[in-house]
């Protein structure tokens, strides 16, 4: 396989890189088909282009398995074929990390990576048998294309048109900031007292939504803890509000009861994106290092593989997101 070494200056158009980009960030507002197409031809041009990936590589220091130990639902390792960095997903097979730009790797962890040709590394990730596809830009909003999609973006001009529409493909975002200020169908106020507007998420969600949103929970019965309940959602993006009070016994168990009746709510109701805010790990602040909503949201997709949830997790906190994604992909 062709690569470069780090300190090799490749051409790169940056451009193209910045379209790329674009189309992943249009995605995560609107998974359709136009575009998922849009995001497959921004691709082919970097492929054809020449255009190399940014490929972090693995640590060399150990072959231990990082795994989570007390939900079991993913692990990280360096893998034993190559020494590009990989994730192993939770249903199976392994996803390669890749970034399309210096800009995009420079935002985590500084790594020793390889500049390897684009087309390079999506057929490796297409042809891997344990591959289950390949992450772009995993620091800032990321994208997984399983294979189908690699083979569409990689499929030659005079092969035949792939007649099928794609597939909708679930996706699990980590953003910095409020839940309220998302583009989702659905936004999650998760709260000790949801109608309290001094607790912080809800001060943010009504700074939002303006005094109709006062009216709104006037006339509504506030949520017991451990339950929720639904109002409009003026003056945003969003269409409703998930009021869901915290449940009185915080703990693991609880929580994730907790986070999974929301997104089965969600799912239930036919929306497709839900905006939620990084429960255990800053509402109700659990004693630990691991990214708890992001692991609870991955059981439960596993349990649901047919729904077509989107999910994106806020971190009000810098360090919360810094720690979330320093986890799945450090």
């Known amino acids: ?9 490749p051409t790169n158009d940056r451009a193209l890189s910045k379209k790329i980009e674009d189309t992943i960030h249009e995605l995560e507002h609107a998974n359709t088909q136009e575009n998922i ?35 079991n639902l993913g692990k990280m390792t360096s893998g034993p074929v190559t020494d590009y960095r990989k994730v192993a997903m939770n249903k199976g097979g392994i996803a390669y990390t890749v970034f399309t730009s210096q800009e995009e ?3 985590g962890q500084p790594t020793d990576y390889r500049l390897v040709p684009a087309g390079d590394l999506l057929a490796l990730a297409k042809n891997d048998e344990t591959s289950a596809g390949l992450i772009m830009n995993p620091w800032s909003l990321s994208v ?7 083979t569409m973006v990689l499929k030659s001009d005079d092969e035949e048109e792939v007649e099928e529409e794609p597939e909708h493909e679930t996706m699990l975002y980590i953003d910095h900031g409020e839940a309220c200020n998302q583009e989702a169908e659905v936004v999650v106020n998760a709260a000790y007292v949801p109608f309290d507007f001094n607790e ?46 915290l449940p ?71 360090d919360t997101y810094k720690k979330f994604v320093s986890y799945l992909f450090s």
């Not at 396989?1 to 200056?9: A, G």
């Not at 041009?45 to 130990?69: D, M, N, R």
């Not at 997984?144 to 690699?150: A, I, Q, R, S």
Request: proline share 8%.
């Open 144 to 150: 997984l294309l399983n294979k189908d999609l690699l």
């Open 1 to 9: 396989m062709n690569t470069t070494r780090p300190d090799e200056k």
């Open 248 to 318: 009185m016994e915080e703990n693991e168990s609880t929580l994730t009861i907790f986070i999974t009746k929301i997104l089965s709510a969600a799912d239930e109701m036919g929306v497709k994106s839900i905006a939620i805010p990084a429960i255990g790990s800053e509402e109700a602040d659990l004693e630990d290092d691991l990214p708890f909503p992001v692991i609870v949201a991955a059981g439960w997709f596993n349990a649901h593989p047919k729904s077509e949830l989107n999910v994106t997790i806020t971190c009000r906190k810098i």
């Open 200 to 245: 912080p998420g809800s001060r943010a969600l009504l700074e939002a939504c303006g005094d109709e949103l006062k009216e709104l929970c006037f006339a509504t019965t506030p949520p017991k803890p451990g339950t929720m309940v639904i109002t409009d959602a003026p003056n945003l993006k969003a269409s409703k509000i998930f009021h869901a009070a």
């Open 37 to 71: 197409m849009k995001l497959i031809e921004a691709l082919r041009e970097f492929v054809s282009s020449g255009q190399c990936f940014y490929v972090p590589l693995a640590p060399k220091s150990s072959e231990e398995l990082l795994t989570i130990p007390k939900l």
């Open 105 to 107: 790797m420079d935002l």
